[in-house]
């Protein structure tokens, strides 16, 4: 049986189907010949490009019998099926592929390696953890190369073996899975260690080219892509003035408009290091203040960072926290928002408020025209990013 056609008769339940990931895994596995169906809480834009599957909308996971279950992580415990770092691991065996993982960069560092795969007509297929508008989604399904994002934060990437892996940097933020840094290190050099071709970004300068996206952070995930490019056999003088119009992925310096002369950016960032990185990105797009609106993602990386949140927020004008998006997790006493408001410098004008929609009415009374807004987070902060755009 060739690669391609490996799915054709079988029927899989994806538990979990909403999020970034299983969704793309659907999406890709209905293209090479499978019906696909699934389970969620809610329906979620990543949903879109599944049009006419069967879905269950419900509080509870459903899982009909006679389909092949594939878990999200997330419901783990709460459904026995196939778990989805296995079905993406036989998803990478389908043709050549290259893993994009590390802790900062992934989903931009992989949307910029397929748009100009894409571009070149090279015909690849992706798997991104977030919508890359200039390819029309988060899922294709090119018979070139396959490029995907890889995650440690279930350790994922130990099943993976593409032909090209890039690793944008190393550090610690998923606490729930890793004792330490040196722990995280020591996953990546094993995956890495099986690899034949690697990409190192620490290794790599940032790239001079002039790019769409702005910041240092963007040019150093431009030079891994470059790197990769070129062991995927792409030439770096056909790839660079293609990268160079790459305008970035949702959620990623995602510009949502301006209201009353005040621009409005929206972020995924929710580790200190990405925050930092966005907010010095804002300083290059704008003369005038930065204000900024951050939800912390996560009981367990808010304990354990909330300094490091604080001195990284620091660097902004002005900051509004609000509470906990608690995504998997369980409350934990004595750890909300506020640990990360008192960890900011002193002369910072701070907030706090309980949602983001109180947030943005805070952020709205505070902000004059020339300012550049940012929503910064991992959760639903973004929907606060259209209330100040929409709203007056």
């Known amino acids: 049986m060739a690669a391609a056609d490996r799915f054709d008769g079988r029927r899989i339940w994806f538990v979990g189907i909403g999020g970034a990931g299983l969704s793309s ?22 949903l879109r490009g599944l ?26 415990d709460q459904v026995e099926g196939v778990p989805r ?39 690849p297929a992706w798997l991104i953890g977030g919508e890359i508008p200039q390819l029309g989604g988060n899922a294709g399904a090119g ?24 690793v944008t940097n190393i550090e610690l933020d998923h606490h729930a899975t890793f004792a330490s840094a ?60 293609v990268l160079a119009r790459f305008r970035g992925a949702g959620r990623r310096f995602e510009v949502i408009g301006e209201r009353d002369g005040i621009t409005v950016v929206d972020d995924y960032a929710h580790h200190p290091s990405e ?45 509004c926290v609000t509470e906990i998006y608690r995504a998997r997790e369980e409350p934990v006493a004595g750890v909300g928002g506020r640990l990360v408001l008192d960890a900011l410098d002193p002369g ?15 952020i709205r009374r505070w902000a004059r025209p020339g300012d550049l807004v940012l929503t910064l987070g991992a959760g639903d902060v973004d929907a606060a990013a259209r209330r100040l755009v929409e709203r007056s």
């Open 182 to 241: 040196a722990e995280v290190e020591e996953l990546f050099e094993r995956w890495l260690a099986q690899v034949p071709q690697v990409v190192r970004g620490w290794d790599l300068e940032p790239t001079a080219l002039e790019l769409a996206v702005p910041g240092e952070h963007n040019r150093r995930n431009a030079a891994a892509a470059l790197a990769a490019l070129e062991l995927a056999g792409v030439a770096r003088a056909d790839a660079e003035p």
């Open 348 to 362: 910072v004008r701070a907030g706090w408020t309980p949602t983001v929609e109180q947030g943005a009415s805070l």
């Open 85 to 123: 770092a296995q079905f993406l691991a036989e998803l990478v065996t389908l043709q050549p592929a290259i893993v994009v993982s590390g802790a900062h960069g992934k989903t931009t560092t992989s949307g910029m390696i397929t748009f100009v795969l894409a571009e070149l007509g090279l015909d």
């Open 25 to 46: 895994y659907a999406f890709l596995a209905r293209a090479r010949g499978a019906e696909v169906g699934g389970w969620d809480r809610v329906e979620t834009p990543y």
């Open 143 to 166: 018979e070139g190369w396959l490029v995907v994002e890889g995650d440690e934060s279930d350790r994922t990437i130990e099943r993976l073996r593409p032909e090209v892996a890039v």
């Open 275 to 319: 925050i930092a990185a966005t907010i010095a990105a804002a300083r290059e797009r704008t003369d005038g203040r930065v204000l900024v609106l951050f939800q912390p993602h996560l009981y367990s990386r808010t304990r354990n960072l909330a300094h490091e949140f604080g001195n990284a927020l620091s660097a902004a004008d002005a900051v």
């Open 51 to 76: 049009a006419g599957i069967e879905l269950a909308i419900a509080p509870e996971p459903v899982v009909p019998a006679g389909w092949e279950i594939v878990v999200s992580t997330a419901y783990a």
